[in-house]
């Protein structure tokens, strides 16, 4: 395993901005990166993954106002979350799986992530 340790959740209002980080302890040439979010009483959701070779996707709840990045420099891994709502309140989590590319033809399952950070927590209220 990894380490990933995230930072920067927190309470926003709705319509404000935060920026999730990853920092990733470990490299690998090829790999699959992905944020995820858990809502009290809800299943773990995926939010947006990244490939090493660049492709991103997105669920179509945050596509428009989420960006998830990376700084190779860094070993960082972000996401840029604007416009939030009220609904986008959950723990996040960052995890990723070596070795592979993501999938962009379904959507990728929790369980196919092998190393996970300890969530940020992001509250939006109205």
């Known amino acids: 395993e990894v380490p990933l340790v995230e930072s920067g959740g927190g309470s926003v209002q709705s319509g404000g901005s935060l920026r999730l980080s990853c920092v990733a302890f470990?490299?690998?040439?090829?790999?699959?990166m992905g944020w995820f979010r858990q809502a009290p009483d809800k299943e773990r959701e995926l939010v947006a993954t990244?490939?090493?070779?660049?492709?991103?996707s997105y669920a179509d709840s945050v596509k428009g106002r989420f960006t998830i990045s990376r700084d190779n420099a860094k070993n960082t891994l972000y996401l840029q979350m604007d416009s939030l709502k009220t609904e986008d309140t959950a723990m996040y989590y960052c995890?990723?799986?070596?070795?592979?590319?993501?999938?962009?033809?379904?959507?990728?399952?929790?369980?196919?992530?092998?190393?996970w950070g300890q969530g940020t927590q992001v509250t939006v209220s109205s």
């Open positions: 995890a990723a799986l070596y070795g592979v590319w993501c999938r962009f033809d379904r959507v990728m399952a929790v369980t196919e992530f092998t190393d």
């Open positions: 470990g490299y690998a040439s090829r790999y699959c």
């Open positions: 990244l490939s090493t070779d660049g492709p991103t």
